[in-house]
């Protein structure tokens, strides 16, 4: 069973960018047919797909946040990253990292806020 862990800054402040890290642990992030992905829920709302880094490489982003989003790998250090562009308080959130066998991470509250 995976294991995933989301780390980065609890903080972001307006137009900056927000950049998160995804560590996997008991599996590869290589691993075939592994889609890892990153979900956000804003106060108060439901979930929100933001995008995927497939077990090849491929990306695959939300239309609604495809012009503001890179997700990226490393595959020495076994970890996936997200960055979101140009945030705004609207893009306060918990992120959470998961793969589509149904493994989550514990999630990390960012706040957007000068």
């Known amino acids: 069973q995976v294991q995933l862990q989301e780390s980065g800054p609890g903080l972001v402040k307006p137009s900056q960018t927000l950049s998160l890290t995804c560590t996997v642990s008991?599996?590869?992030?290589?691993?075939?047919?592994?889609?890892w992905s990153w979900i956000r829920q804003p106060p108060g709302k439901g979930l929100e797909w933001i995008g995927y880094?497939?077990?090849?490489?491929?990306?695959y982003y939300s239309p609604s946040l495809k012009s503001r989003t890179t997700i990226s790998r490393d595959t020495s250090k076994n970890h996936v990253t997200l960055q979101l562009s140009s945030v705004t308080p609207e893009d306060t959130a918990v992120y959470y990292c998961?793969?589509?066998?149904?493994?989550w991470g514990q999630g990390t509250q960012v706040t957007v806020s000068s």
């Open positions: 998961a793969t589509n066998y149904g493994s």
């Open positions: 880094s497939s077990y090849s490489g491929n990306s």
């Open positions: 008991g599996g590869s992030i290589t691993t075939n047919n592994f889609y």
